[in-house]
């Protein structure tokens, strides 16, 4: 064990941990929300994700951003977030209309539902991993060369946005991170506030505390579980972004192991919990960042899934104490 490295840079590792956590908070929302509900893991959910960073990526390319500065740059920046958000929002409502609907209209086993959500998983990243062959089907190939080539490796944005570091009180701090951390809580703040405060988020929980309930009450289960999707696809599309300008690189099939340390942390704050989503998000970004400097890189992941059973083992509940079957919205 590196114990020197560790406690020399600990403020630096925490602060990096914290950044990679909140992106898994912004993810786990998805997983959460859709939980909270349907009572159905949405293991699909990853795939949204992924396809959001395409998004990003396909912006910052064709506005060739390492040569953009100042405001244009910024609006670049914008496009990007709006194009993921939309990207990731749109695949989420496909995803509800074509793999869920049809299994709740016919009230199918969640067993069922769940295959269904594995199965549409594969089939969006295999359709992101045959983007290059969709176009030359389609006659565009040529045309949309940059943007489909390459299709089933690395998709890299580096050296197209600076990340200038800065010193505060003797710590070495990455301003991306600052940016994806105070990103991350600001819009988890919102969520919380608009999923209580608001009529379409006193209608998810009405549905998730008592569906039957809330719908002689007038509320509307189709549009309800839509609006879930929605938001979740949004949250998704953030992540992504902020994710390519901390990670540079996406690929076809990136959406898998992300999507399961979402999901981790989604069940270690507490799964249906939005702030538990936030927690376990952060919580997991960070054992996992010392892990990696106490063990090795090589034992990042391990560390993040030895923490899950532990937690499991100590607190099946998670670490806001949500029960996984009354979990609420």
Do not use: C
């Not at 295999?126 to 940059?146: I, N, P, Q, S, T």
């Not at 809580?185 to 006193?202: N, T």
């Not at 189709?222 to 300008?245: C, H, P």
């Amino acid at each position: 064990m590196n114990f020197d490295f560790f406690f020399n840079n600990l403020p630096e590792l925490t602060i990096t941990g914290l950044a990679f956590g909140a992106i898994y908070a912004l993810i786990a929302l998805g997983y959460t929300m859709v939980y909270g509900v349907l009572q159905l893991i949405n293991f699909a959910h990853s795939e949204v994700f992924m396809y959001g960073t395409f998004a990003t990526f396909w912006v910052i390319t064709a506005f060739n951003a390492a040569d953009a500065s100042g405001i244009g740059l910024i609006a670049i920046l914008i496009a990007a977030l709006v194009a993921s958000m939309a990207m990731s929002a749109t695949i989420a409502l496909i995803l509800e209309r074509v793999a869920y609907r049809p299994l709740i209209k016919r009230n199918a086993p969640r067993l069922v539902a769940l295959i269904s959500a594995i199965g549409a998983s594969f089939v969006l990243a295999e359709l992101m991993g045959l983007r290059d062959r969709v176009a030359e089907f389609f006659g565009a190939g040529d045309a949309l060369d940059k943007y489909v080539s390459a299709a089933r490796i690395n998709n890299s944005i580096a050296g197209a946005i600076d990340k200038p570091r800065f010193d505060l009180l003797g710590i070495s701090i990455s301003s991306i991170d600052i940016i994806v951390i105070v990103s991350a809580v600001a819009m988890m703040v919102l969520l919380d506030q608009f999923v209580r405060r608001s009529k379409l988020g006193k209608g998810i929980r009405a549905t998730a505390q008592d569906p039957e309930t809330a719908s002689l009450m007038g509320v509307n289960p189709t549009r309800t579980v839509q609006m879930t999707f929605l938001i979740g696809g949004l949250m998704a599309g953030v992540a992504a972004f902020l994710y390519m300008l901390k990670i540079d690189v996406t690929r076809y099939d990136i959406g898998f192991l992300l999507g399961v340390k979402a999901f981790t942390a989604a069940v270690l704050g507490g799964i249906g919990n939005l702030r538990g989503a936030l927690l376990g998000g952060l919580v997991l970004g960070v054992a996992e960042n010392w892990g990696q400097a106490l063990f090795g890189s090589e034992w990042r992941d391990v560390v993040a899934f030895v923490l899950l059973v532990l937690i499991l083992l100590f607190r099946p509940t998670g670490l806001l104490g949500e029960s996984l079957g009354k979990a609420r919205a």
